[in-house]
């Protein structure tokens, strides 16, 4: 299983050394408000063991994957916006705006989304 990595902005979330605002916690995973919001509701749901992108997370052992997707719905079941619907959003890569080196599934909703974003 990946250590946590010293200066990974995340992990220092996970231990407790940078504040965020926690909405949901599990024995493998951290939900916590986006400090620069999108919509209405956007949370990030992070794995507490350091991946570094979507390959590492998905490789990861137990269905870790599954765990951090069980939590985005529960994100939105608890802020009301499951039943009108949410995006699910994984960066991967600079070139797809990941600006984090920790895998994190963003929950964004609470209005009328748009394809293209933007």
Request: include cysteine; charge should be negative; aromatic fraction near 6%.
């Given at each position: 299983?990946?250590e946590?990595?010293p200066?990974?902005?995340?992990?220092k979330?996970v231990?407790?050394?940078?504040?965020?605002?926690?909405v949901?916690?599990t024995?493998?995973?951290l939900?916590?408000?986006?400090?620069?919001?999108?919509?209405p509701t956007?949370?990030?749901v992070?794995?507490?063991e350091?991946?570094?992108?979507?390959?590492e997370l998905?490789?990861a052992?137990?269905?870790?994957?599954s765990?951090?997707?069980?939590e985005?719905h529960?994100?939105?079941v608890?802020?009301?916006?499951a039943e009108a619907?949410?995006r699910?959003v994984?960066?991967t890569?600079p070139?797809?705006g990941?600006?984090?080196?920790?895998?994190?599934?963003?929950?964004?909703?609470?209005?009328?989304?748009?394809?293209?974003p933007?």
């Amino acid at each position: 299983m990946p250590e946590k990595v010293p200066d990974c902005l995340f992990c220092k979330i996970v231990t407790g050394e940078v504040p965020a605002t926690v909405v949901r916690a599990t024995e493998r995973t951290l939900a916590f408000r986006d400090i620069n919001p999108q919509a209405p509701t956007h949370v990030l749901v992070i794995p507490k063991e350091h991946y570094a992108n979507a390959a590492e997370l998905a490789s990861a052992a137990d269905a870790l994957v599954s765990e951090v997707l069980l939590e985005a719905h529960a994100v939105a079941v608890d802020d009301g916006i499951a039943e009108a619907g949410y995006r699910l959003v994984f960066n991967t890569g600079p070139n797809a705006g990941q600006t984090v080196d920790h895998m994190h599934c963003h929950v964004i909703g609470g209005r009328q989304m748009h394809w293209p974003p933007g």
